[in-house]
C-alpha cells in the first residue's frame, strides 16, 4: 500500500481549521475552504473569450469547446497496450465523419439510434456523432440479453445501433425480424457482413468522410439543427421492478444541467483530470460527459471495473465518479489487508482511525480538534493515511459516489482516512444529479444541497418532488406515466427523504420498498442493508424482507475474498464458496455483523434471522442493475422458499 491525497509529502486534511469542514480539500487544489466564485459565464475557464450567444444544444456546445481549447487534450484511452491521447479539435474530427456517414444512411431529424457497447472511446464518439447529425441516442447496456434489446430497439423505433462485437450484433440479429424500423447495423470490433446490413465503424467512417467532402457545410448545418426541445437522449430504466421504461432527455436537459454544474463550483480545481469508467447507458455518465463539454477537462476513458483502482494508482486523476458498491470492496480490502498484517500493525491502525474519526467529528461539530488530537492525527497521516491514499494516484481532490445509497459508515470511514466523497442524488427522469455535496461544505450522510436551478419539495408522505430545466419531457409512448410521474409540474421521485436547515438533502429509502412489519411499523430497508455491509467485512450483499410480516430477515451474500483469507487462516481453505455458506462458522461471522447492527435499531427493525446465500447476486443473472442495484422484487421471487423458511409457526431463538 502507499501514498497520499494529494502529492507526496503534502498534508491533506491536517489544518485543523473548522472552516474547512472534515472531509475538505488539500492545500495542493487551494480551495482555502470557501466556495470558488460562482456563476461565471461560459467561457471563464482557459482565459477563452465568451461567445456572444449561448450554446443550445449538446452539438453547440461541443462546437463551442472545440473553439475555446481546440488543441488542448480532451480524451485520454486505452489501445494496443498503451494510453491514447484526443485533442479537441482530433475528436471532432471522428465525431465529424461518424455524423455525416450516419446522414448518408438517411438519419431523420431526432430519428433514434441505439448504442449497445460497453463504456470505450468509440461510445462518446457515436454519442455526439449522432447528436451532430440531428438524431437522438437510445442507451442499452451491453449486459442486455437479446430479448431486452430487441425491446428497446423496437420500442424506440431505432434505425440504426451500433454494436461492440459480434456477440452484441448476434443479440440484433436473434430478432432482426421483429425490428422494422432498423436499416443498418454498425459494429465497432465486430466482423461486417458485406452486404451492407453490418457495417465495420470504419466503413462508416470512410462514407462519413466521403459525404463531408462532396457536401461541404452540410456538417455544421446539421450540428445546428437540434433545439433545446429536440430529444437527445433516450434512456430506459432498468426495470427494478416491471417493464422498462424511456425516459426522454431534451437537449436543453443536458445544456442547462452542465450550467448547473459548472455554477456550482464542484470542479473549480486545477489541474482537472477525470478517470471514468462507469456504463454510458446510464444518465450518470451522461452527466459527467457534458459537464465536460461546459467546464473543458480532460477525462481518462475505461470501463474495465477491474482495472479502476490500478489505473488510479497509474493515471494520477483528479477526480472519479463511482457507485457505492465501489465503496464498498474497497473499504472490505483496506480491512482485510489490516487483518492479514502482524498484531503491532493492526494496533496502529485502529489507534489511526480512531483519531481520524475523532478528528472528522470534531471539524463536522464546528469544533477545531485539541493539541493531543491534531499530534496524533499528524501521526495517523504519516504512518498510515499516506501510505494508503498513495493507491489512489496521490492528486485525488475527491470521489462523486452516486446511483445508490452509500453508507454511512462507509462514508465515514473514507473521511477518517481523508479521502473525501462526494454523495449525490439525481434520477434518470431527471438527467442523473439534482443534489451533490461540495468540497468545502460536505455533510457525511447526506446528499447535499441542490446544484443552481433546482427545487426540491416533501409530500405529505414524506416523498421527493423535483422541479429544474433538466427534468424529463416524459416517457417514451407512455403519456398516463408521465402526467403521474409529472403530477402538478413537479418529478415524483418514488424517494423518502427529509431536507434539514441548511437545504442538504438525506434519503431515507424508495417508497416502494419500505417495509410495513404487520405491526404497522416502518422500517427502511436500504439503510439496514448498508449499514450490515459496513460492519460486517464478510458481507457482500444483503436484502432485508419483512413487508406485513411479524419481523425482519436477510438474504445474505459472502465477500468471497474476505470469507477465503478467513477460511485459509481457520484450516478451511480447500472447501468451495457454496460449502462455505453452510459452514455454521461462517454463519457465526455474520451473526456477529447482524449483532452489531441490531444493537443501534429498535427492537421491531432487528433483523431476526437470515439466511446466508451459495453465491452473490449478479447482473448476467438478472439480479442486479447496469449500476449495481439489487433488483430487489427479482431476488425476493427467486428465493421466494427460503424467504418463507425464515417465518416458522415456531420462532426459534431470535439473533440477538
Sequence with gaps: MGGGILDSGDTSCQADDPAHGPCGPGPALDFGGRPPARGASIGARHGAVVTSSAPRSVPELLLWRVEQTPDEEAFRYPEEGEWRSLSWRDALARIRAVSCGLHSLGLEPEERVAILSSTRMEWLLA??????????????????TAE???????????????????AQVAKVSARRSELPHLRAVVTLDGRPSGDGQVLSLEELLERGRSFDAKNPGRFEQLAHLPGPDSLATLIYTSGTTGRPKGVELTHDCWVSQSAAVE?????????????????????FGKMIGTAQLRIGFATVIDGRVERVVENMGALRPTFVCAVPRIFEKMHAKVLASVRDAGPLKQLLFRRALSAGRARAQALREGRSPGPLLALEHRLAERLVFQNLRRLFGG??????????????????????????????YGLTESSAATHVNLPWRCKVGTVGPPLPGAEVALAEDGEILMRAPW???????????????LAGGWLHTGDIGRVDEDGY???????????????????????????????????????????????????????????????????????????LSRRPEVHALVQRGIADLNATLPRYATVKRFAVLEREFTEAAGELTASQKVKRRVVEERYREILDSLYPRREASPVS
Excluded at 455554477?263 to 446510464?282: K, M, V
Design 127 to 144: 454519442d455526439y456523432g449522432i447528436l451532430c447529425a440531428g438524431g437522438a441516442t437510445t442507451t442499452i447496456y451491453p449486459s442486455s
Design 148 to 166: 431486452e434489446t430487441a425491446f428497446i430497439l423496437a420500442d424506440s423505433e431505432s434505425g440504426v445501433v451500433f454494436a461492440e462485437d459480434d
Design 263 to 283: 455554477r456550482s463550483g464542484i470542479l473549480n480545481h486545477e489541474p482537472i483530470l477525470q478517470l471514468f469508467w462507469l456504463p454510458l447507458a446510464h444518465s
Design 395 to 424: 492528486r485525488l481532490a475527491f470521489f462523486v459516489s452516486g446511483s445508490a445509497p452509500l453508507s454511512r459508515e462507509v462514508a465515514e470511514f473514507f473521511e477518517a482516512l481523508g479521502v473525501q466523497i462526494l454523495e449525490g
Design 471 to 485: 427534468i424529463m419531457r416524459g416517457y417514451h409512448g407512455m403519456p398516463d406515466e408521465s402526467r403521474e410521474a
Design 505 to 579: 438533502l438525506s434519503i431515507t429509502d424508495r417508497k416502494k420498498d419500505l417495509i410495513k412489519t404487520s405491526g404497522g411499523k416502518f422500517v427502511a430497508p436500504q439503510e439496514l442493508e448498508g449499514r450490515l455491509k459496513a460492519l460486517s467485512p464478510f458481507v457482500a450483499q444483503a436484502i432485508v424482507h419483512g413487508d406485513r410480516r411479524n419481523y425482519i430477515v436477510a438474504l445474505v451474500t459472502l465477500d468471497e475474498e474476505a470469507v477465503r483469507k478467513w477460511a485459509k487462516a481457520g484450516g478451511l481453505a480447500g472447501l468451495s464458496l457454496p460449502e
